[in-house]
T-cell receptor
Framework: GEDVEQSLFLSVREGDSSVINCTYT??????LYWYKQEPGAGLQLLTY?????DMKQDQRLTVLLNKKDKHLSLRIADTQTGDSAIYFC????????????FGSGTRLLVRP | DTAVSQTPKYLVTQMGNDKSIKCEQN?????MYWYKQDSKKFLKIMFS???????INETVPNRFSPKSPDKAHLNLHINSLELGDSAVYFC????????????????FGSGTRLTVV
């Protein structure tokens, strides 16, 4: 089945690390993604990870993938107020449809 | 600017009307999508076209009809609008064929906020 779940809300202090978690159900997923949506804007691709990797780092962002538990996380180091947004994880199942299945989004609030 | 652009950005209309939303991408991508985002921010795919051919048609009322005149354009026409159609509609594109598919995911437009009154 296709289902991607995220916690709805996360609040952190500026300068702390944020960890946003996601679980997915389709073990055939080839790629997993993190998108950021700021108010009134479209979704912006932050990073992605191929399913044969377990970690990817890109500047302040670290993605961890636990394929056995079907768990994906996004860690943002030194979180800034500009990081406040909704973060969506998405999976791409290995079928012919090319579609992405999105989670419900985690709203990150960074307090000064 | 290379981008996915949608028009209009805002659309307010009465129940029963027919309206269209246009989408264009100049990224050279071969696949385009329409997603609907409801008031709880949940994103659900509606349609996908690959090189002008319909490849995804999720459970969407047949009042919604996509049209892709070429691979750079995907328009969405909605007949007999209902209150429940109020949402933000996002167009997106990606490159899925051949060497271009390196997992970069979609590029999204900035959305069209549709309000049916």
């Amino acid at each position: 089945g296709e289902d991607v779940e995220q916690s709805l809300f996360l609040s952190v202090r500026e300068g702390d690390s944020s960890v946003i978690n996601c679980t997915y159900t389709d073990s055939s997923s080839t790629y997993l993604y993190w998108y950021k949506q700021e108010p009134g804007a479209g979704l912006q691709l932050l990073t992605y990870i191929f399913s044969n990797m377990d970690m990817k780092q890109d500047q302040r962002l670290t993605v961890l993938l636990n394929k056995k538990d079907k768990h994906l996380s996004l860690r943002i180091a030194d979180t800034q107020t500009g990081d406040s947004a909704i973060y969506f994880c998405a999976e791409r199942p290995m079928d012919s449809s090319y579609k992405l299945i999105f989670g419900s989004g985690t709203r990150l609030l960074v307090r000064p | 600017d290379t981008a996915v652009s949608q028009t209009p950005k805002y659309l307010v209309t009465q129940m029963g009307n027919d309206k269209s939303i246009k989408c264009e991408q100049n990224l050279g991508h071969d696949t385009m999508y329409w997603y609907k985002q409801d008031s709880k921010k949940f994103l659900k795919i509606m349609f996908s076209y690959n090189n002008k051919e319909l490849i995804i048609n999720e459970t969407v009322p047949n009042r919604f009809s996509p049209k892709s005149p070429d691979k750079a354009h995907l328009n969405l026409h909605i007949n007999s609008l209902e209150l429940g159609d109020s949402a933000v509609y996002f167009c997106a594109s990606s490159q899925v064929a051949g060497q271009g598919d390196v997992g970069y995911g979609y590029t999204f437009g900035s959305g069209t906020r549709l309000t049916v009154v």
